[in-house]
């Protein structure tokens, strides 16, 4: 992560739906998500690069299609791999990297991305994503209104392995982290 999460910590809460008033810290806001631009592409950036689930749910086609150069006939029934468009080369600067600037313009405002699609896509696109993505924002940024995460003293940010173990999802390794609160 690099100093990715410094900044997104630093930069936080800034504005209505998530803002500090004064001394006290005013609670989080699904309608602050517009004023926090860099915490919500750190929240699709996580998602991108970490994505629970690298393949969808069953579809079958509804045509004969040629898909790369392979004849797929009506009725085939498909496994989309989602990690193929969130880790696409052609889609992302930095597909292997956490780099929330993948959702960001160049005057730091949020950007969706068609090729950002971890809830899957289409017909079959999973049901709770408006919640998910609205639970998300939420819990994250009360977490980072709250505290601030570091390394275990003696562990650089370097040394954290972000490498998922693989299975029928990805899951994240282990990790040792200081929640410090900011109060």
């Not at 998530?18 to 631009?37: H, I």
Request: charged share 25%; glycine share 8%; hydrophobic share 35%.
């Amino acid at each position: 992560m690099g100093t990715s999460v410094p900044r997104g910590q630093e930069s936080k809460n800034k504005g209505p739906g998530g803002a500090e008033q004064g001394d006290r810290k005013s609670e989080v806001q699904v309608e602050g998500r517009k004023n926090l631009p860099f915490t919500d592409a750190v929240i699709h950036e996580t998602q991108r690069l970490a994505s629970i689930l690298p393949i969808a749910v069953p579809h079958k086609t509804s045509q004969d299609i040629t898909f790369q150069g392979h004849f797929i006939k009506k009725g085939t029934t498909v496994y989309p791999l989602l990690t193929s468009v969130l880790h696409d080369e052609s889609e992302w600067e930095r597909p292997h990297s956490f780099y929330p600037a993948h959702f960001l313009d160049k005057d730091g405002k949020f950007v969706k991305r068609d090729a950002f699609m971890p809830f899957s896509a289409g017909r079959r696109i999973c049901l709770g994503e408006s919640l998910a993505r609205t639970e998300l924002f939420i819990f994250f940024t009360s977490l980072l209104q709250h505290l601030r995460f570091t390394p275990p003293p003696g562990v650089s940010e370097d040394e954290l392995d972000l490498t998922p173990r693989v299975g029928f999802t990805l899951s994240p390794s282990p990790h040792k982290l200081c929640a410090v609160s900011c109060m």
